[in-house]
């Protein structure tokens, strides 16, 4: 089973035109802080000493960041004024290389602080995001708005193929150019103004969003009075829920946590229908209950000032204006893809539907009572009753053989040393910001130090949803920097003293992610502004969704699925109805994803003056979802709007990115299967034509290097089932 929706891909925090990813930051109207013995002492001033400039969790306060952005927005202001106001006519090296040079010290608080505040926030970090989200969307604006700059880039590019440049530096001063128009770098003055007005907004707005999505998430957990209603839960997730409650101070009681997504783990568990309801209802009201974390307001305000600065930059709509600088290039081109796959998806859902509403049939007959309509908070829990009528296993039977550790060190850095040579070490002596944080150091093939890799497998109430990498330090080697990446997860922790045993799927996810890592890890460029994954964001997935492939390779799986008391392996029987079932719920899993990739759409495809208000913004939900095909009743999409974060985030009219990267990885699964899988030939191509190429070359052509041709659909409507019979 892929993993087209858990992940939300952390990209590269950056500033200036140098990565762009995360909002930057403006002190154009502030002077330099003081400097006072606090500030002397700030570690984010200067790169860490620890190796590979790993981040010293150790020395950095909260009350260090505010002062290393204002040092480190002013000085990245007066690097650029610099270069912009150079009496020296333009060069590669005075102004594209110097810009990349620049930012340093913002650079590195940011990476720091926006990678904790998603895995360990707490009130001090809200509000700084609070307090600067419009200044670093300021200071940003300062720079890509900058007209002198902008002449500087702009000269360069026009007599670009006179510069005598490598491919590489060819392509930055392309990237530059076009980062800077698409920025508005060619509006009057009065278009600049409204654009900065806007930015600044959205980003306040955004970071509000978000807070309003984690706040809900743990005040919507369900509180549960008696053991009796839990029946199903396994003894260790009663006794989890038990802990959850009482760390709220609600003894004798269980509280079933929240995750982001509109299902919730515990619905296919669950014998308790009444309290699968409870559950499912809690889940998909959030956000537009009218309380304190309603986002319905926020949505609609966000979309209208999205829409209103696509207009101002030339283009119909936001989806028009995200798109053309994706591999997509088009909204014609995702609608005609999403469209070509939701009948067949919808056609599948319904099938299984109808499997399910013959077990409840018989089975209430059976109980002589009446039966009972199919739900969407009984899907998974039938699902779960057919899967194991058709396939004689369920979850229950396989977690004992997918304990986290062993999962993550047999599984995927065995598969990691078979593919590409990796080796890893466990180190306990570098600082981590939370006790169950993970270091390995990772060695390449020729004993040579490649990363630092951080595991941060649990979920947490400070932690946002969802799984996703980071890059605390991006290669490049202009900087010299070698990277030090993380994984997150959100794998409920066990009570004290019990193994961590994983689902099937968040060992795929484990895999999922760790392909993400692989991706900055093998990074080779020379600039930082194409480090790692700064790439299309429907590109970005599919080097991750590659690497989920060797969860059940067999001889991966046979070196990581052992019995964790015993050791003994998985008995092939077992492995072989896990295999079998790959297919199953498919037409359940593309639809709700699918559902959410056409509502993105939906939403960000309407011009400035057909924007919902805030009161309708649940209404159009249901009209688009209805109108895109995807309304089937018991199946939701896997993100109502209100706490859709991935499209109030990075992935704005790009969710679709997830399924388009999946028709590029069933390809490239095919093309390892059809070379003998794995092998260090195979793994060392697939790096070298495109996991080390980061952003510095187009993204279809990387592919097309390691695969030979244009990438095609079939393999994918295969994988999934997807046929319309």
């Known amino acids: ?154 000269s360069l590019y026009d007599r670009r193929s006179d510069l005598g440049l490598d491919a590489e530096g060819m392509r930055l001063v392309e990237r530059y150019y076009t980062d800077f128009v698409r920025s508005g770098a060619n509006l009057s003055e009065a278009q600049k103004a409204r654009v900065k007005a806007i930015n600044a907004e959205l980003a306040t707005l955004g970071t509000k969003f978000s807070q309003n999505v984690l706040g809900e998430v743990n005040a919507s957990a369900v509180v549960v009075d008696t053991k009796a209603e839990l029946a199903g839960l396994s003894d260790e997730q009663i006794s989890a829920a038990a802990e959850a409650a009482k760390a709220r101070k609600l003894e004798g009681k269980y509280v079933i946590a929240l995750l982001n997504t509109t299902g919730q783990p515990a619905l296919a568990q669950l014998e308790n229908r009444a309290l699968r309801e409870r559950l499912y209802k809690a889940s998909i009201v959030r956000g537009s209950r009218g ?14 000032l999205r829409a209103e600065r696509a207009k101002i930059m030339g283009y119909p709509h936001h989806a028009a204006y995200v798109l053309e600088d994706e591999t997509a290039r088009t909204a014609e081109a995702v609608n005609a893809m999403l469209g070509k796959l939701a009948p067949a998806a919808v056609a599948n859902a319904k099938r299984e539907a109808a499997d399910m509403q013959a077990v409840i049939d018989a089975e209430q007959k059976a109980k002589g009572e009446p039966s009972f309509k199919l739900e969407p908070w009984d899907w998974a829990f039938y699902a779960e009753k057919v899967r194991q009528a058709r396939y004689n296993f369920d979850e229950s039977q396989l977690k004992p053989y997918f304990e986290m550790k062993n999962v993550l060190e047999n599984g995927v850095f065995f598969a990691a040393n078979k593919l590409y040579g990796l080796t890893f070490k466990q180190r306990t002596d570098l600082p981590v910001y939370h006790p169950d944080v993970l270091v390995y150091d990772v060695f390449d093939a020729d004993g040579k130090q490649l990363s630092i890799f951080l595991a941060d497998m649990y979920a947490r109430p400070s932690k946002r949803g969802g799984a996703w990498m980071n890059e605390y330090v991006s290669q490049s080697k202009l900087t010299g920097n070698l990277p030090v990446v993380a994984n997150h997860l959100n794998i409920p922790k066990p009570p004290a003293g019990q193994p961590t045993l994983m689902t099937w799927d968040e060992v795929t996810t484990t895999f999922h992610e760790f392909g993400h890592a692989l991706h900055g890890m093998f990074s080779n460029v020379t600039y930082p502004r194409f480090s790692g994954t700064n790439v299309p964001r429907d ?116 969710y679709y990115a997830y399924i388009w990267s999946e028709v590029l990885d069933a390809e490239s699964v095919e093309w390892f299967k059809e070379n003998g899988g794995l092998s260090r030939k195979n793994g060392d191509w697939f790096r070298a034509k495109l996991l080390s190429r980061g952003g510095s070359e187009d ?13 095609q659909i079939e393999p994918l409507l295969k994988r999934r089932g997807l046929t319309t019979k």
């Open 1 to 154: 089973m892929t993993r087209p929706i858990a992940c939300a891909l952390a990209l590269a925090i950056a500033t200036g035109l140098a990565g762009a990813a995360a909002p930057a930051a403006h002190a154009a109207d502030k002077k330099p802080a003081m400097s006072t013995p606090a500030t002397q002492n700030n570690p984010l001033f200067a790169d860490s000493p620890l190796p590979l400039k790993y981040p010293q969790f150790d020395r950095i306060k909260d009350s260090d960041f505010a002062p290393a952005f204002d040092r480190g927005m002013a000085d990245q202001l007066k690097e650029v004024e610099a270069i912009a106001n150079n009496p020296e006519p333009a060069t590669f090296e005075n102004t594209i290389v110097a810009m990349e040079k620049s930012g340093q010290i913002l650079n590195r608080s940011l990476a720091v602080f926006f990678n904790l505040s998603g895995a360990d926030t707490n009130d001090a970090r809200e509000k700084l995001q609070s307090d600067y989200a419009a200044k670093f969307s300021a200071h940003g604006d300062a720079i890509s708005l900058n007209p002198k700059l902008f002449a500087r880039i702009k």
């Open 291 to 304: 309380n304190e974390f309603d986002n319905t307001g926020i949505v609609s305000q966000v979309l209208k």
């Open 539 to 654: 590109f970005v997935e599919y080097p991750s969704q590659v690497n989920e492939m060797w969860a059940d390779w067999p001889e991966v799986l046979a070196n990581y699925a052992k019995h964790y008391q015993t050791g003994a392996p998985m008995p092939k029987e077992l492995l072989d109805k896990v295999l079998a079932a790959s297919k199953f719920n498919q037409g359940f899993a593309t639809t709700e994803y699918l559902g959410a990739a056409m509502l993105d759409q939906s939403f960000h495809q309407l011009p400035a003056d057909r924007i919902p208000e805030a009161k309708d913004v649940i209404a159009f939900e249901e009209a688009s979802l209805k109108a895109n095909g995807t309304d089937f009743y018991a199946v939701p999409p896997r993100y109502r709007t209100t706490y859709f974060s991935h499209i109030m985030g990075g992935y704005s009219a790009g």
């Open 699 to 711: 993204a279809i052509s990387t592919f097309k290097q390691f695969r030979g041709r244009d990438p």
